[in-house]
């Protein structure tokens, strides 16, 4: 129910690009993911402390509790094209980390690339922030 402190166009879920404080933050990532392949996709977010992730609306990785540094995977099957991608992600005390990997279909696990990421009028911004 807060209102956005702050309001961005960035490239990817890098937390140095957004976050204006060490602890006690929200962050909200808006935007499109293009995938040239069809089939399962497994997106494997590193968080300390909570994200969620969403494709299209689902649920693909849901860890919201308050943490340490962990990893949670998740899969989903996506056609070629663009897709709406969300990332939630808050921080509570200590330190900040977020990191987000895919792995294609016939790939390896990697980041996902700047250039699988997008913007446009049809999204909301791709990055909101509540400190």
């Known amino acids: 129910g807060l209102l956005p402190t702050l309001t961005r166009r960035v490239t990817n879920f890098d937390l140095a ?14 935007g499109w993911l293009t995938v040239t392949e069809a ?10 402390d909570g994200a969620h992730l969403l494709i299209n609306g689902d649920d693909v990785v849901k860890d919201v509790i308050k943490h340490g540094k962990q990893e949670t995977a998740g899969f989903v099957q996506l056609p070629v094209g ?26 390896k696990r990697q980041p996902i690339p700047d250039t699988a990421l997008s ?9 909101d922030s509540n400190p």
């Open 17 to 30: 690009q957004v976050a204006r404080r060490e602890t006690d933050f929200a962050v909200v990532f808006h």
């Open 39 to 48: 089939g399962n996709y497994g997106f494997h977010v590193g968080s300390a």
């Open 82 to 107: 663009r897709h709406a991608i969300e990332l939630r992600f808050f921080q509570a005390n200590r330190y900040s980390f977020l990191q987000v990997d895919y792995t294609p279909p016939s790939g």
């Open 119 to 127: 913007f446009d009028g049809e999204s909301r911004p791709l990055f």
